[in-house]
């Protein structure tokens, strides 16, 4: 897809504080531990998240964590990184709910806020895992981040063109063979790969992200972060293969070409398409996602 001029009036912003922290590197515990706290301090409405999540029953301890390095110790380095994007990828959402932008009922699948979300969180979770089964446990968090932001196109367009998203979805109602990316395409002028690779350009997110938001449909991955592509364009069909969303032939095909890609061994495959979902409802950081949007 060559590049275009993509104008967009309503983009979703990613606090200068978030963005800071997705960019630590967990390279010296110490000086990251201390450097991640100060940054959180900046922004009270964070701190007070992680405050709240820390001394929640999840977490439930003798005595309460009062202050944000003991709560950066009790949840972990990488945990509180994931945290946060869950925390503004809810803010995002929050501001759809506020707007009443999304209206139910139009397709079986994307059709509200709640549903958009839990596909974002839950290929999220799959990435994650499926990297640690592929012995790329080295990059799961990234993964994390990269499958909370594949679809981040998809939330600018909503945001942008409510009545055309809406036609975007009966039309996926209406013929659920055809190419997601081209019925976008059709009524934008642009899709949401597009619109998620200029976004997070603007964010000056790091290539690997930018290149997965921006090919994670593509049959023909060309990055040199080819993995993480490779990993999160299956976790997005893993993700809607468990709540039993219907693929059309193409995604089929693609699921079996990306399996190839990654030599995934069948157990495996067995595994997040039948068994993933079951056993994921016990990790903490999940169950916490289904509150966090609230």
């Not at 978030?18 to 409405?45: C, M, Q, V, Y």
């Not at 839990?118 to 990234?142: G, I």
């Not at 209406?174 to 597009?194: N, T, V």
């Not at 993480?228 to 693929?247: C, G, K, Q």
């Amino acid at each position: 897809m060559a590049d275009k001029k993509i104008e967009i009036k309503d983009i979703p912003v990613m606090p200068q504080v978030a963005t800071k922290i997705l960019l630590l590197k967990e390279e010296n515990l110490e000086i990251s531990f201390k450097e991640l706290g100060n940054i959180i301090l900046l922004d009270p409405a964070l701190t007070t998240k992680i405050l709240k999540v820390s001394n929640s029953a999840l977490y439930a301890r003798q005595r309460e964590i009062i202050n944000l390095q003991q709560a950066i110790t009790l949840l972990g380095f990488q945990t509180v990184k994931s945290l946060v994007l869950l925390i503004c990828a809810s803010n995002i959402f929050g501001k759809l709910k506020r707007k009443n932008l999304i209206r139910s009922g139009l397709s079986k699948t994307r059709s509200s806020e709640v549903d958009i979300w839990r596909h974002l969180v839950l290929t999220a979770f799959v990435a994650k895992n499926l990297a640690t089964k592929l012995q790329y446990d080295q990059k799961k968090e990234d993964m994390f981040i990269a499958g909370m932001l594949h679809d981040i196109g998809r939330i600018v367009l909503l945001m942008n063109d409510y009545e055309g998203y809406n036609n975007f979805l009966e039309i996926m109602g209406r013929e659920p063979e055809r190419d997601i990316l081209a019925i976008e395409e059709s009524i934008f002028g642009y899709d949401h790969a597009e619109v998620g690779k200029n976004l997070l350009q603007k964010w000056n997110f790091p290539e690997e992200l930018i290149d997965t938001v921006y090919q994670h449909h593509s049959g023909d991955i060309d990055s040199p972060h080819r993995k993480m592509v490779l990993i999160v364009a299956l976790a997005n069909i893993y993700s809607r293969i468990l709540v039993d969303e219907p693929l059309p032939s193409h995604d089929i095909q693609m699921k079996e070409d990306y399996i190839k890609a990654l030599s995934l061994a069948q157990d495996i495959d067995e595994y997040f398409t039948m068994h993933f979902l079951e056993d994921i409802k016990g990790d903490d950081l999940f169950n916490m996602s289904s509150d966090i949007i609230k």
